[in-house]
């Protein structure tokens, strides 16, 4: 199971897929808002996305946990 941390303090303009979507390493699977730049979060390794622990509109500070992907 591997963790995608936040690397900012941000906030979630947006999930991009859904829990249970097939992801390659490298896809964008949310974006982070911070000073009105768009911040994309890719996946760190090709699997499943098993849990968003964020929600849109959420306040996120650098090391916050967003996402879990279980790797392939």
Do not use: C, N, Y
Request: hydrophobic letters at 50%.
């Amino acid at each position: 199971m591997h963790e995608v941390r936040t690397e900012l303090t941000a906030s979630v303009w947006k999930i991009v897929v859904p829990v249970g979507a097939s992801v390659r390493q490298g896809d964008e699977i949310a974006i982070l808002e911070s000073m009105k730049m768009e911040i994309p979060i890719e996946a760190p390794v090709s699997g499943v996305v098993t849990e968003f622990l964020v929600e849109e509109g959420a306040a996120v500070q650098e090391g916050d946990l967003l996402a879990r992907i279980s790797a392939d």
